[in-house]
C-alpha cells in the first residue's frame, strides 16, 4: 500500500515537473547591432630627409723644406804654363849677330809708292743712237704687224696708240693699249705685232743710269695696206 503510494507521489512529482519545464519560457538569444564600416583616409607617409653630409676634412697640406742651396764649385787655380820666353831665358843666352845695315842704293822708294785706281766716267749720252734705236722699235713692230681678215671684211680701220717699256737686254717688261682703234680685233691685233718683235740689247750710250725706257708707238690699220 506505501508502495502504490510512493509510486503514486512520484508520478505526480514527475508530472509537475514536466509541466514546469514546458511553462516555462525560453530565454532569447541576444540581439547583435549590425556593423558599420567606416572608411578612414590614410595620412600620407611621411618623409624624412636624409642627414646633411658630413663636410669633408681638408688635407693637411705638409709645407715642402726648402733645398739647401748648392754650394757653388770653388775654381782651383790653373797653373799657367810656363811662358817660351822665360825658359829660354833659364838657358844660356846666345848672343846672335845684329843685321848690317842695307846700302841706300838698294832702298826703292818707287816701289813704295801706290797710285790709287782711276774711276770710269759716265758714258755719254748717245742721242744720235738713241733716235736711231728709236726708229728701229717702230720699224720691228710694223714689220710683224699682220692685219686680220675678218677685220678687212667688215671694213675696220683705225689706229692704235701702243705703250711699252724695254730693258736694257732688249726685252718688253710692260705693254698696254694708249689709245684705241675702236676695234677689239684691231688692238689685239698690234699688241700681238709687238710680243713678236725682237729688239737689240741697249748699249750704255743709250739712255745711260736707267734700267730701260719707255715708247709710244701707232700702229695704222688701212684697207689699201
Same mark, same amino acid.
Given at each position: 500500500?506505501?508502495?502504490?503510494?510512493?509510486?503514486?507521489?512520484?508520478?505526480?512529482?514527475?508530472?509537475?515537473?514536466?509541466?514546469?519545464?514546458?511553462?516555462?519560457?525560453?530565454?532569447?538569444?541576444?540581439?547583435?547591432?549590425?556593423?558599420?564600416?567606416?572608411?578612414?583616409?590614410?595620412?600620407? =607617409? %611621411?618623409?624624412? @630627409?636624409? *642627414?646633411? !653630409? &658630413? $663636410?669633408? +676634412? /681638408? #688635407?693637411?697640406?705638409? =709645407? %715642402?723644406?726648402? @733645398?739647401? *742651396?748648392? !754650394? &757653388? $764649385?770653388? +775654381? /782651383? #787655380?790653373?797653373?799657367? =804654363?810656363?811662358?817660351?820666353?822665360?825658359?829660354?831665358?833659364?838657358?844660356? +843666352?846666345? #848672343?846672335?849677330?845684329? =843685321?848690317?845695315?842695307?846700302?841706300?842704293?838698294?832702298?826703292?822708294?818707287? +816701289?813704295?809708292?801706290?797710285?790709287?785706281?782711276?774711276?770710269?766716267?759716265?758714258?755719254?749720252?748717245?742721242?744720235?743712237?738713241?733716235?736711231?734705236?728709236?726708229?728701229?722699235?717702230?720699224?720691228?713692230?710694223?714689220?710683224?704687224?699682220?692685219?686680220?681678215?675678218?677685220?678687212?671684211?667688215?671694213?675696220?680701220?683705225?689706229?692704235?696708240?701702243?705703250?711699252?717699256?724695254?730693258?736694257?737686254?732688249?726685252?718688253?717688261?710692260?705693254?698696254?693699249?694708249?689709245?684705241?682703234?675702236?676695234?677689239?680685233?684691231?688692238?689685239?691685233?698690234?699688241?700681238?705685232?709687238?710680243?713678236?718683235?725682237?729688239?737689240?740689247?741697249?748699249?750704255?750710250?743709250?739712255?745711260?743710269?736707267?734700267?730701260?725706257?719707255?715708247?709710244?708707238?701707232?700702229?695704222?690699220?688701212?684697207?689699201?695696206?
Amino acid at each position: 500500500m506505501r508502495a502504490l503510494l510512493a509510486a503514486g507521489v512520484l508520478e505526480l512529482l514527475a508530472i509537475g515537473a514536466m509541466t514546469l519545464f514546458f511553462t516555462q519560457e525560453k530565454p532569447q538569444p541576444p540581439v547583435i547591432p549590425p556593423l558599420q564600416l567606416v572608411l578612414v583616409a590614410q595620412e600620407p =607617409p %611621411k618623409v624624412i @630627409p636624409p *642627414p646633411p !653630409p &658630413r $663636410p669633408k +676634412a /681638408k #688635407p693637411t697640406v705638409i =709645407p %715642402k723644406a726648402s @733645398p739647401r *742651396p748648392t !754650394p &757653388r $764649385p770653388v +775654381a /782651383k #787655380p790653373v797653373a799657367q =804654363p810656363v811662358r817660351q820666353a822665360e825658359a829660354v831665358e833659364t838657358k844660356q +843666352a846666345i #848672343p846672335t849677330p845684329a =843685321p848690317s845695315p842695307l846700302p841706300a842704293t838698294a832702298q826703292t822708294p818707287a +816701289a813704295e809708292q801706290t797710285h790709287a785706281p782711276r774711276k770710269d766716267s759716265a758714258p755719254a749720252e748717245d742721242r744720235a743712237g738713241e733716235g736711231q734705236y728709236s726708229g728701229r722699235v717702230a720699224g720691228e713692230i710694223e714689220k710683224h704687224k699682220v692685219y686680220p681678215a675678218s677685220a678687212k671684211e667688215l671694213d675696220m680701220t683705225g689706229d692704235v696708240v701702243l705703250a711699252y717699256t724695254i730693258n736694257r737686254q732688249g726685252s718688253v717688261v710692260e705693254a698696254s693699249v694708249l689709245q684705241s682703234s675702236g676695234f677689239r680685233l684691231l688692238d689685239a691685233a698690234a699688241l700681238k705685232a709687238l710680243r713678236a718683235s725682237r729688239f737689240d740689247p741697249m748699249t750704255p750710250g743709250l739712255w745711260p743710269g736707267t734700267p730701260g725706257k719707255t715708247f709710244t708707238t701707232t700702229v695704222h690699220f688701212a684697207l689699201d695696206d
